[in-house]
């Protein structure tokens, strides 16, 4: 932002209207990511303030961690020549940072993708090259050419943006140099990985090992912090999110407020036992064939929660072809559009990812049952959290249960939430992971979803969804 009294638009930001309006009223609303900008930048972007109140707490581990975190790609460095190019001035320092991000990219076309814990020697000259690079061509678009208009509001504000840009590209490839100065990696503080995506080309991001410093230093240091959320309550109590957020014991107080619904009297968690555990192989035709029990008990009215792409797809065409009920599949319309569909049809199912397991508000009995396929640990390519569990085994406490399982607790929390929308809905959350039921993990897990009355047994779930039916 080159500020209002420098930028061509100033006056007509619809930003600084708001800033200015902000700055005379008592309350200001936002969301995490600009809460999240304004506790790490070295500016102030929301107005002086002495109390914050979090929503949805939970995520905001992640929102941090996105704000902190840098991205270097060849794309970036080729567009950023290119528009430097567009200005002119620039003695070919375009032409040679060019020439460095195609190095850049033959060599990480050699290196393995995921997480680097050294950097590969092939990568190293044409990264250090391209500090120098960078900074010689944000200097060389510094000033207009010969023959330009110094008061030309338009460019000299392209002047200004581009040399800012150009200045985060180095401090990114700074940022990933200093990781890798840390000859232990056990001691790196930063976690580096290497993403390749067939349109965008390949990628390098840098992101905190831990965001719990910043938290403490940029966010609760200097404010009163309230953070609230339905599913704070990990393993039953808040000490895993406050361990995340980096509040040390005894430095905050917590609040169960409970819940208007009755959890045990209004639904019932299921936990299959005998079905086999998931592989890589897709869905098990067991796993089929007792999904397709569920909902034909159910009458439809299932919100069917997977923790992949491929398993949501799968399950759709298997339930379409054995099931006169209508199935909605995310991706086959916006998700808006499908979850509209689900509340209005009583009788259908709307099977999806991720992206279902939170905000879906479907009160009522267009969703009596939610189905969830596997505990949704992250992924084992996952670098970043990877990254975090190996640090925590390293400190001698349990990486899996502090990283994978509260990352898993937290979004069958969050899947289990959508059954109960109003006091008077009832229904079943069945979770279809033997593991759930069976590892020592389980109980940590259960523990942090709603109290709904549990058992193992699928005669007395699909009896009970029958008898909702029914009435």
């Not at 800033?19 to 009223?25: D, E, H």
């Not at 330009?148 to 509001?153: C, S």
């Not at 916006?334 to 509340?343: I, M, N, Q, W, Y």
């Not at 992924?379 to 990486?399: I, S, V």
Request: a negative charge; charged letters at 25%; proline letters at 4%.
């Amino acid at each position: 932002c080159l500020g209002s009294s420098r930028c061509p638009q100033g006056e007509d930001c619809f930003a600084e209207q708001a800033r200015r309006k902000a700055q005379k009223v008592d309350v200001v609303v936002t969301n995490h990511a600009m809460l999240a900008i304004d506790a790490l930048s070295e500016v102030s972007i929301l107005p002086e303030h002495d109390v914050v109140i979090i929503d949805e707490a939970h995520e905001l581990d992640g929102r941090i961690t996105a704000v902190a975190t840098a991205d270097l790609s060849v794309t970036a460095l080729t567009l950023a020549a290119k528009r430097a190019g567009k200005l002119g001035g620039t003695k070919d320092h375009d032409v040679k940072v060019t020439d460095l991000a195609k190095e850049l990219d033959d060599a990480l076309g050699t290196c393995n993708d995921g997480r680097w814990t050294t950097l590969p020697e092939q990568v190293q000259p044409p990264l250090r090259a391209l500090t120098d690079a960078l900074t010689s061509l944000r200097f060389a678009i510094a000033t207009a050419p010969d023959g330009e208009a110094t008061n030309d509001p338009e460019k000299n504000a392209e002047r200004t943006s581009l040399s800012a840009h150009l200045q985060e590209l180095h401090d990114s490839i700074i940022r990933m140099l200093e990781v890798f100065a840390e000859d232990d990696p056990a001691k790196q503080r930063d976690v580096v990985w290497l993403t390749r995506d067939d349109r965008r080309g390949d990628s390098l991001k840098v992101a905190p090992l831990s965001v719990a410093g910043l938290l403490h230093s940029q966010l609760f240091l200097d404010n009163t912090v309230v953070l609230a959320s339905a599913t704070l309550t990990i393993g039953g109590n808040f000490n895993a999110m406050s361990a995340s957020w980096g509040l040390p014991k005894g430095s905050w107080d917590s609040l169960d407020a409970g819940t208007p619904f009755d959890p045990a009297k209004s639904g019932i968690l299921y936990s299959t036992r005998h079905l086999p555990q998931p592989g890589r192989d897709g869905l098990s035709e067991e796993f089929l064939d007792e999904l397709a029990s569920l909902i034909t008990a159910a009458g439809g009215r299932t919100l069917g929660l997977f923790s992949s792409r491929r398993a949501a797809v799968q399950a759709t065409e298997a339930m379409r072809a054995r099931l006169p009920f209508d199935i909605f599949c995310q991706g086959d319309d916006s998700t808006g559009v499908l979850v509209e569909k689900f509340a209005k049809d009583e009788n259908s199912c709307l099977f999806g990812t991720l992206s279902l397991w939170q905000g879906v508000d479907v009160p009522g009995s267009s969703c009596s049952l939610v189905v969830i396929d596997r505990i949704p640990f992250p992924r084992p390519d996952d670098p970043l959290l990877q990254a975090r569990k190996e640090a925590a085994d390293a400190e001698g406490r349990n990486g899996f249960m502090e990283v994978a399982a509260t990352h898993a607790a937290l979004l069958m929390a969050q899947g289990a939430g959508r059954l109960l929308r109003h006091v008077t809905d009832r229904g079943v959350v069945a979770v279809l992971d033997s593991r759930f039921a069976t590892k020592r993990y389980g109980g940590f897990l259960r523990s942090s979803m709603p109290a709904l009355w549990q058992t193992s047994d699928i005669a007395v779930v699909t009896a009970a969804l029958r008898r909702l039916v029914a009435s």
